[in-house]
């Protein structure tokens, strides 16, 4: 059983500046008193991504013992060497390709494969790594991402900022649903599309959603809305439904 | 010099129920008399697929010889056989990554790449094929694409579906000039983000946007907007700035 893992849709929901001011009581729990190694490679100025979390994390938690996992000098090799009971990870967002491209040529991914029984918090690009695979990520492919293939810290897709229709809207590109659908017609797993502001909470056999709501999608069955608080439990045993 | 090539941001616009009807003009000049090979492979159901977009050239070009390239006993051969003079490849949209898949898988995309003096129009996904990349798509990446390289027809990137920030919008995710400008950080060629009604045609040294206005990015610019009617035939020749 993997430790637990804390998956935001964003570190910002709609009106907050603050990042993670909307979930500061999970993630303190989360975290605890450990050392969080920030993983940031789904951005391109790392150190200054880096700062910003820190700042952030400073703001809303107090002290935090952040640090780039980009400044180590043999990255994997932390990771690989972490004390679960004092070191923690937490995965930011940006672009998933770029995430997944630069972890699996770092060996990044394959520690965080090996080390399951560290707690894991990501936001966006980070909550996709989380999941089987990064193939219901919504952001742009601007590099090869060597592998659609991720950490598997659950048996579910999370589909983060999941945007309802507009119907206003004179786009004529596929809306988020038509994607999943289309994700449906090639995958079995299923899908849980994140509104700004929500989170799942994985922690042993428990599965919860929370801090707001989410729409579910699993093959062959009509979409459904789940409220915050929701327990999901259930879908830990029964992945490919 | 490869043949002329016909870019569609999408077959139907806002506000038109019926493909292709914006553009009947320029696709009717530009398919000829010649038989259409319908590539469909960005959708999960061929033949209805090929089916829905023969019926709608029928409505707006009179008789066209469309068929589904699907339903060849070899379809690469097929293209590798073909005659330019009375044959030509019309590219649908759907998922990107599906259509990158499916056609490196059964050998139409290394036909394709031959048989560059085979005239090629494409919508949506088949615009994104017809870059050098596609990493310029906005669909998930539902399937491993074994690959992110394309048909390289022209040197330049194209973003179908281009969407304008929405300023009312509650969604935290990357808008898709901030996708792009990712894209920018880690690659050189040029971006036309075709508004839905747009379209580009290469005709040899010639690079037309039409249809409707677009937005050009380019790395280490800011961005510009184009008018329906502009020429970008400079486009050709500095691919890389």
């Given amino acids: 059983m993997p430790a637990d893992a804390l998956l935001f849709s964003n570190s910002r929901p709609p009106g907050a500046e603050v ?7 999970p993630l303190r729990d989360h975290l605890g008193h450990r050392t969080v190694w920030f993983v940031g490679w789904a951005r391109h100025d790392l150190d200054a991504y880096t700062g910003w979390v820190a700042d952030a994390l400073a703001d809303v938690l107090g002290p935090v ?11 994997a090799a932390t990771i690989r060497e972490a004390d679960p009971a ?3 990870v937490l995965v930011g967002g940006g672009n998933t390709f770029r995430l997944r491209r630069r972890t699996g ?16 918090a990501g936001a966006s690009a980070g909550s996709n790594l989380a999941c089987p695979t990064i193939m219901t990520t919504n952001d742009m492919p601007i590099v090869d991402p060597g592998g659609l293939d991720a950490l598997g810290r659950l048996p579910v897709q999370v589909n983060p900022h999941y945007l309802d229709p507009d119907p206003h809207s004179a786009h004529r590109g596929e809306t988020r649903e038509e994607r999943i659908a289309e994700f449906h017609e090639e995958n079995a ?6 509104r700004e502001g929500a989170w799942l909470f994985r922690s042993g056999d428990r599965l919860t959603l929370d801090g707001h709501t989410a729409r579910l999608f699993r093959r062959g069955h009509e979409p459904t809305e789940l409220a915050a608080g929701t327990d999901l439990s259930w879908l830990l045993e029964t992945p490919t439904s």
């Fill in 86 to 88: 004092r070191e923690t």
């Fill in 189 to 194: 797993l299923a899908v849980v599309g994140l």
């Fill in 105 to 120: 040529d770092n060996g990044v991914l394959a520690a965080l494969r090996e080390r399951d029984d560290l707690r894991y």
């Fill in 19 to 25: 990042p993670f001011a909307h979930a500061a009581g």
């Fill in 65 to 75: 013992d952040l640090r780039g996992l980009h400044r180590e000098p043999d990255p």
